[in-house]
């Protein structure tokens, strides 16, 4: 084993020794995600490096603690990518803090979640023990899929030591459209449009100056994007520009995300709903939603005082609420930020997580506010 | 005799007997009479699923015909301490769904129901009896279709895809069940209701969905599932093509995923496959080659038109010897017919074949071949290769006659030493089959006695009292002891330098 996994499972086995809770941690540009962190930092700075790339494989095997813009710039040299386009909520972004998070950038509803891209992973358990699950492979059945419940865990089943990813090539053609659209039509359009075989692979539906925009990008091969722009209409953006804005969505930098004057309320915290993509257009009050995932994905800014009733409508849509950003003012502190689960699944959760650390010292109370 | 002492068989037997009433009464509650039948003429057609070398006749078979039977047979199984196991059609190929000498088979073939079919949100509702097929046809009307495609979605059931994770010849391009299904909906050990993902693209808390999908039947018991449609593609067409030697055609596929093309599906068979096949569909196969690749491209006929191009300049430059492009669907359809008769193909040359699936990196396609055809020598037996390329799942079929213990024997070596020799490569035992019963041995070469200890614990987790089909998927410590072989992890092999064939 190498030195720098060594010493996390060292450092492992004595918080467990005598309980010290421990706060997994990568570039820490996700520390605002889930409930509060608790613990002493346990950094994975020192798990860096990429371990096996081979572009004729589709695989990359990568270390926990590496920048994700090292990983995403090897894939580009090779003309591959990530193509979930995970998020960079700041320049230290890591693999590991990717895969812990879970979340997945503007294409997820066309191409899958990062859960779907992960192969294979080796963990450090509560225990300190090394282990590995899944493979470098497409399809494997060995075993229960350990390496994907790891995806969106928060790190509350133990450090993601390595990682392996599949990874594609980037499309060989790439276009945006820009519609003017109310959000109702632009639900409609977006689920018509997904019934058909078209390269769609990620929308952003928005406001600005009053006025709905819904922005579509297409990717796939030349000739497939060409026939869609040419049978879709609207308006086509230069390239370059709209690259630019779908990574600002993607990072959450878009002016809608930033406080602005219209946003008088500091109180405002933001809120993402995660529902199916027919839901309709969600009575919430105040500003108009920024939409992605083709409907699936709706944010909102609303005090967090109106956590009931904003859980009651995404449930009630069949889908679920997340508080993922605290307003400014730090108010609602304590409104849980995920939604509660059924008693059955909630006594797995925990079953879960006491089987992969017995002495609860991973991340306590990062998913779920400590009892 | 009346009065001598039972012997252990004896007392066994009654004990069993005993048993099996205590179940029937207790169950006879929840259930009408034609849903229970544990008589041996009537459960003997439930001893095995589709590997039918391992056999056991259950204490009992429930039909429940609703949710609220399912739960009542849990729940009541789970205060009697009876091992359930559950089962769709049965056309598993590990043995996942062998029963329990002292269980109960909870048969969910009732639940054969199509709920809802929403071209819309495409996405269907559906019971877990549900053939993997008729979801396909149900949502045909509309043009969407769902994509996980396994050999037997003839007769295979979505809640048999969801326990095993199934793929078929297009899951490279389209994906396994696991990225296929929102939201799995049933019951835990104890019969408690429980939701797993949802019709939203994700839900609250760790992502159990991935967790339960490929479990076998361990961690919950599956009721209804929403899946994924897809808008059907416009077009496909395949190309055939011929290599004069395996390793050209192995790096032929390296070559086509390099050049940044992800084919519908990439399908490889070797010379004895080919002969094999061709004798029994006669579809104009190429007898000279030493593998022939079948590569698809769908989607829009412009599309189409633009990959069959770059797919055919990379085949071209990587060697092939001929090259046909299907003009026609029935072409297309003549193309496939032997890939998707490999297996009554091998049925015909041979008494008996066992059928593996490990998954090796593409790149060693080649290697793996060349070990095989050694194996061949060595075990004094024939195997017939068939190969999904693209995702480097293998299928040989090591071919065999069951009444030659010898011969039965050897063909075990040949399959464990396949998987063993896979794993060493950088793969896995299982691509899309499952561990079930027979791989349990292997799984001890290619998990730690931690890593297994730590997959015990998932179980637990979900199952604390151990009755959710017992006995799969995981070995344990004793059985790896006995088994006595040493972990031969890609890349972690005791001697990476030594030459291994």
Not at chain 1, 21 to 38: A, M, N
Not at chain 2, 272 to 295: K, S
Not at chain 2, 404 to 432: K, N, Q
Request: glycine share 10%; with cysteine; net charge negative.
């Amino acid at each position: 084993m190498d030195p720098a996994l060594s010493q996390i499972a060292e450092r492992i086995r004595a918080a467990a020794a005598d309980a010290t809770p421990l706060r997994i941690r990568g570039g820490g540009t996700k520390d605002f995600h889930g409930e509060t962190p608790q613990g002493d930092i346990l950094s994975t700075a020192a798990l860096t490096g990429i371990t096996s790339y081979e572009p004729s494989e589709l695989v990359v095997t990568v270390r926990g603690g590496t920048p994700l813009a090292e990983l995403e710039a090897v894939l580009a040299e090779k003309g591959q990518c990530l193509p979930f386009e995970p998020p960079h909520f700041g320049p230290g972004t890591t693999v590991g803090g990717m895969v812990a998070a879970g979340l997945s950038g503007p294409a997820r509803a066309s191409v899958g979640a990062v859960r779907d891209y992960v192969l294979g992973a080796t963990l450090v358990n509560g225990r300190g023990e090394v282990l590995s699950f899944g493979g470098q492979v497409m399809k494997n059945v060995a075993g229960y899929d350990v390496s994907r419940v790891l995806a969106g865990s928060l790190g509350t089943l133990g450090v993601i030591a390595e990682v392996s990813l599949k990874v594609l090539p980037v499309a060989p053609a790439e276009a945006t459209l820009e519609f003017a659209c109310s959000q109702a039509d632009a639900l409609r359009l977006l689920n018509e449009w997904g019934g058909r075989p078209l390269p769609l692979n990620a929308s952003c539906w928005f406001e600005h100056g009053g006025a709905g925009i819904l922005q579509l990008r297409l990717r796939g091969a030349v000739a497939a994007v060409e026939a869609a722009c040419a049978h879709l209409g609207g308006e086509r953006r230069d390239n370059a520009v709209a690259a630019a804005d779908w990574q600002s969505l993607r990072d959450q930098r878009l002016p809608w995300f930033a406080a602005d004057d219209t946003d008088t309320d500091t109180d405002a915290a933001l809120w993402r709903l995660s529902v199916p993509q027919t839901a309709p257009v969600l009575a919430i009050d105040g500003n108009a939603p920024l939409v992605e995932w083709h409907g699936g994905q709706r944010w909102y800014k609303a005090a967090p005082d109106q956590a009931a009733r904003i859980r009651d409508i995404a449930h009630a849509a069949g889908g679920h609420a997340t508080l993922f950003r605290k307003p400014a003012s730090q108010a609602g502190g304590d409104v849980p930020r995920f939604d509660a689960l059924s008693a059955p699944v909630a006594r797995i959760h925990r079953a879960l997580m006491h089987e992969f650390d017995p002495h609860r010292i991973f991340n306590r109370g990062r998913l779920f506010a400590d009892e | 005799m009346m009065n001598a002492p039972l012997t252990a068989v004896q007392h066994d037997s009654l004990q069993k007997t005993d048993r099996q009433s205590q179940i029937v009464r207790a169950l006879q509650v929840h259930l009408p009479a034609h849903a229970l039948i544990w008589h041996a003429e009537d459960t003997t057609p439930y001893e095995c699923d589709g590997l039918t070398a391992y056999r056991q006749r259950p204490l009992v078979v429930a039909l429940p015909e609703t949710e609220a039977q399912v739960a009542a047979v849990l729940k009541t199984c789970h205060q009697l301490g009876v091992p359930v196991v559950a089962r769709g059609a049965g056309t598993g190929l590990s043995g996942g769904a062998m029963p329990h000498a002292l269980g109960v088979t909870l048969s969910l073939a009732k639940f054969n129901r199509i709920l809802k079919i929403d071209p819309v949100s495409r996405t269907a509702v559906v019971q877990c009896g549900v053939r993997n097929l008729a979801i396909s046809e149900a949502a045909a009307p509309f043009n969407l279709y769902y994509a996980p495609d396994p050999s037997s979605q003839i007769a295979c059931t979505i809640g048999g895809n969801v326990a095993e994770n199934s793929g078929g010849v297009h899951c490279l391009k389209y994906g396994l069940t696991l990225h296929n299904v929102l939201r799995v909906r049933g019951f835990t050990a104890e019969g408690a209701f429980v939701e797993f993902g949802g019709e939203a693209l994700d839900a609250p808390g760790l992502d159990l969905l991935a967790l339960v999908i490929g479990s076998e039947g361990m961690l919950a018991v599956t009721t209804e599932v929403t899946v994924k449609l897809v808008p059907k593609p416009q077009l496909a067409r395949c190309i055939m093509a011929s290599f004069d030697d395996v390793r050209k055609a192995g790096d032929a596929v390296a070559a086509v995923i390099a050049a940044g093309i992800i084919p519908a599906g990439l399908e490889m068979m070797d010379k004895p496959m080919t002969a094999a096949v061709e004798d029994f569909v006669h579809a104009g196969y190429d007898l000279d080659a030493a593998a022939i690749l079948l590569c698809e491209s769908d989607g829009t006929a412009e599309e189409v038109e633009e990959e069959i191009g770059r797919m055919t300049a990379v085949l071209r430059s990587s060697g092939a010897t001929a090259i046909a492009v299907s003009t026609s669907e029935d072409e297309r359809m003549k193309f496939w017919s032997g890939r998707k008769n490999a297996f009554p193909a091998s049925g015909r040359i041979s008494p008996d074949y066992m059928c593996l699936d490990s998954t090796i990196p593409r790149k060693r396609l080649a290697d793996i071949l060349l070990a095989i055809q050694e194996m061949e020598k060595k075990y004094k037996l024939r195997c017939c290769n068939v190969f999904h390329a693209g995702d480097g799942n293998l299928h040989p079929l090591v071919l065999f006659d069951a009444n030659d213990p010898d011969e039965l024997h050897r063909c075990e070596l040949f399959g464990a030493d396949i998987l063993e020799t896979s794993v060493a490569m950088g793969g896995t035992v299982s691509g899309e089959h499952g561990v079930g019963v027979e791989k349990l041995n292997s799984m001890c070469v290619q998990f730690t006695a931690a890593e297994n200890e730590q997959m015990f614990g998932v179980k637990r987790a979900f199952d604390p009292a151990g009755l959710l089909n017992p006995g799969k998927v995981i070995p344990t410590l004793q059985r790896c002891a006995e088994y006595g072989k040493q972990v031969v992890r890609g890349g972690r092999l005791p001697h990476p330098d030594l030459p291994r064939f």
